[in-house]
């Protein structure tokens, strides 16, 4: 499958201060990007869809204010976390989606724990 | 709306032993994907098993099968010959086949399965 990176794979912030992960589809063109949220031992929870070139489309009760997804190119999205607080504290994975083969699949990057003091 | 149901919250299995993980869903869809995924400590999400609802004979993959049942909405997880490397967080998944902003993942709330030596 393909390779879907994320950096940083772990960022300590202050509360107050903006964060942005970078979500990287190595070798596969990703027409939809997927941000999830997961808390221990907890299921991943769905934040935004992106297509690319597009405006994100939120899950209910997400911020888009907060929670910033650019998804500018097929191989590129970014999440930024702005005004961060101690209870976004949480471990942010994306996921990578397209057409491959004739297919649709969807590949995981490996998370970025995010930590708000 | 489509949902996932996992029962387990945890299994244990010995090692070389077979353990069955148990997923139901509630669709009105007929044409629909269904997923078994592994997220181990490193909390990287794998792609286990993949089962076509529009295709009566159970997925596998090595030791990994499926027992699709689709009047029931039954989609279990087998493991056989579990090894240590099995131990992690399973997640059930559905995704309708109909594509566009259907294509996001609905995930169950998980099962984390140890394996005892």
């Known amino acids: 499958g393909a390779v879907v990176s994320q950096h940083p794979s772990w960022v300590i912030c202050k509360s107050g201060t903006s964060v942005k992960i970078e979500c990287r589809s190595l070798d596969f063109q990703a027409t939809t990007m997927f941000w999830y949220r997961q808390f221990p031992k907890q299921s991943l929870m769905l934040m935004a869809t992106?297509?690319?070139?597009?405006?994100?489309?939120?899950e209910q009760g997400v911020e888009k204010d907060k929670f910033l997804i650019n998804h500018a190119s097929l191989t590129l999205s970014t999440l930024t976390v702005t005004s961060a607080h101690p209870e976004d504290s949480s471990f942010y994975i994306c996921s990578a989606g397209g057409l491959a083969g004739g297919l649709w699949e969807q590949y995981f990057g490996p998370g970025t724990r995010l930590t708000v003091t | 709306a489509q949902t996932v149901t996992q029962s387990q919250p945890e299994m244990s299995v010995q090692e070389a032993e077979t353990v069955t993980l148990s997923c139901t869903y509630d669709?009105?869809?007929?044409?629909?994907?269904l997923f078994w995924y592994k997220q181990p400590p490193s909390r990287q999400m794998i792609l286990v098993i993949r089962q076509e609802a529009y295709k009566q004979q159970n997925a596998t993959e090595n030791r990994f099968s499926v027992n699709f049942q689709k009047a029931a909405k039954s989609f279990s997880l087998k493991i056989s010959d579990s090894q240590l490397g099995d131990a992690a967080m399973y997640f059930c998944a559905y995704r309708s086949a109909y594509g566009g902003a259907t294509n996001k993942l609905i995930f169950g709330t998980g099962t984390l399965l140890a394996v005892q030596p």
């Open positions: 669709t009105s869809e007929s044409d629909y994907y």
């Open positions: 992106s297509n690319e070139g597009s405006k994100a489309t939120y």
